[in-house]
């Protein structure tokens, strides 16, 4: 039986994940719960998972839930300290990092320091502070283990292989609801347009940095630290279909993928199941039906926030903490303030130039470029006309 602990189990993550645990009830139990805000569909996940103990990040949705659940004996804790409480809860075997941005750093990391097992869709963190995250792991003896598609798919095709034969990895990218889009279409984006995206139903978060390609930057900087690989070996192509998660190529032309339809429970049961792979019996994946794949090199003109995080990833130090921060802000300004869609790469443009990368050797120095970039990037929006 694998205990495991959801951090993120409200959201689409989270919520695909005891999908799982109800079709294997015997193979998983939950014995922790984490979430944001809403106390609602965690009380339905609690009555149905009954887990030893949650937490949630806002104090009042806490409360909420302690009127809620008066009929039962559960510790419901909140804020960071309750939430890091949770994450390192000795009972379980396995956490599953799933809060969205850069509020899953501290928990995933208390995770991992406590010698949990981690599996990790909260890229965030990893682009924040890959090297510390790894480090971690390292000295608990553990192995952090990829959830997002393409870093399973590149976990899968490296497996039993050696990385000194690797030319380069692949990631592929659906190109998400503009790729075909004008510029000037693209200028006058909504909200609802942009949170369309092609083949993934996924948090809004996540589904905007699809559609600026800042998720595939995030993912290629992710994948640096989570398989040790440099930039200039990571390379983006643009696949409209999903069913190529990404590709390894290499150094004699070999060229490994791993192919499935979207769908999240996949990657994520192979990361509960590891090296076991259960019967969740998706439909088939039918490739004489889908006929054609198309395949497209990405535009870093049209889509600038691909190359920032290119850029960030070269810089090093604290840049990608910067780049992630301004980001999250400049995504929060689109979804939440009626900022314009094209403003989002300026505004990391813009504090990426007045927050030049420093050296990253601890925890501290993640955390003050983070709360640097979020009040430059949070100013440059104020003034915008
Ligand atoms: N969705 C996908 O298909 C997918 C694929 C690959 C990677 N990922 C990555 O996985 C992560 C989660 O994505 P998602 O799409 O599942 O996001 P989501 O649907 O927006 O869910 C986010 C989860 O995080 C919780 N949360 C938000 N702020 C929090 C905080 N400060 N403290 C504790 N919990 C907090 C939310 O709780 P409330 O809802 O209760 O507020 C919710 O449970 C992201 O990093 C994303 O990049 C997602």
Redesign the pocket.
Known sequence: MTTITI????????ASTLDIVAKFPEQFSVVGL?????DE??EEQIRTFQPNIVA??DPA?ARRLRDRLSDIQLPVLDGMAG?TEVAQYPESNLVIS????G??LL?TLAAIQSGRRVAL????PMVMAGQLMQTEAQRQGQQIFP???EHSAIFQSMEGHRKADIRRVVLTASGGPFWDTPPEEMATATRAQALQHPN???????TI?SATLM?KG?EVIEASWLFDIPAKQLDVLVHRESIIHSLVEYHDGSVLAQLGLPD?RTPISYAMNYPQRVPLLPPPLDLATIGKLTFFPPDFDRFPCLALAYEALQGGGTWPATLNAANEVAVGAFLNNGMRFLEIPNIIRQTMDVALPQPLTCLEDALEADRYAREKAATFIQQLP
Request: hydrophobic fraction near 45%; charged fraction near 20%; aromatic fraction near 2%.
């Open positions: 951090l993120g189990s409200t959201g689409s993550i989270g984490v979430a944001g805000t809403n569909k965690l949630m990040a949705a939430i799933a809060i969205v941005g509020a899953g928990p869709a909260n890229k965030e959830i997002d598609s993934w139903k996924m948090g809004e978060k996540i940095d998720n995030l999240m």
